[in-house]
T-cell receptor
């Protein structure tokens, strides 16, 4: 089946720093979704990407749909403490989505 | 802003008991899903549901699982005879159109603990 990998697995950054994480797949996708999950809560959709090369922003977050259609990147600028959480990428697998293992972000004040 | 809701937020049950997890999808959405997340692991697809029938299911969704839309608003997941390994967060999601080409919106989850 479809496999997604995310890197890094976890990261510790200082408040104010920029963050970059990526997601790669074993096959071509036509959609990428980025979610954030905080402890004990459900995944919250951050950004949806539908076209190769597409660059989409949502506040301090920017995500790109890789040209090869096998990867996607999420950047967070000027991180703040509430950015803490696990960031998941997801790609379509039939009518459902397959999720990556997540990147756990910790922001140090 | 419309959202997916789930009840209960936490369910504790004895092994072998039946549980029903409830979800109210976003009102104009037509496609509904259940996902599972074992503690510390990634989110895994269980089942998708459209037009009152299952459209896709994973290998996790075996005969002990069933889904139902008993009325116009609720969408339920039943686990017939719970096992210890069913302990996980269960998330309901919904989407306006078929899931592979559009966003899915998740509920806050039900934490199921099987003792």
């Amino acid at each position: 089946g479809q496999q997604l990998n995310q890197s890094p697995q976890s990261m510790f950054i200082q408040e104010g720093e920029d963050v970059s994480m990526n997601c790669t797949s074993s096959s071509i996708f036509n959609t990428w979704l980025w979610y954030k999950q905080e402890p004990g809560e459900g995944p919250v959709l951050l950004i949806a990407l539908y076209k190769a090369g597409e660059l989409t922003s949502n506040g301090r977050l920017t995500a790109q749909f890789g040209i090869t259609r096998k990867d996607s990147f999420l950047n967070i600028s000027a991180s703040i403490p509430s950015d803490v959480g696990i960031y998941f990428c997801a790609g379509p697998n039939g009518q459902n989505f397959v999720f990556g293992p997540g990147t756990r972000l910790s922001v140090l004040p | 802003e419309p959202e997916v809701t789930q009840t209960p937020s936490h369910q504790v049950t004895q092994m072998g008991q039946e549980v029903i997890l409830r979800c109210v999808p976003i009102s104009n959405h037509l496609y509904f899903y259940w996902y599972r997340q074992i503690l510390g692991q990634k989110v895994e697809f269980l089942v998708s549901f459209y037009n009152n029938e299952i459209s896709e299911k994973s290998e996790i969704f075996d005969d002990q699982f069933s889904v139902e839309r008993p009325d116009g608003s609720n969408f339920t997941l039943k686990i017939r005879s719970t096992k210890l390994e069913d302990s996980a967060m269960y998330f309901c999601a919904s989407s306006e159109v078929a899931g592979g080409s559009t966003e899915q919106f998740f509920g806050p989850g039900t934490r199921l603990t099987v003792l």
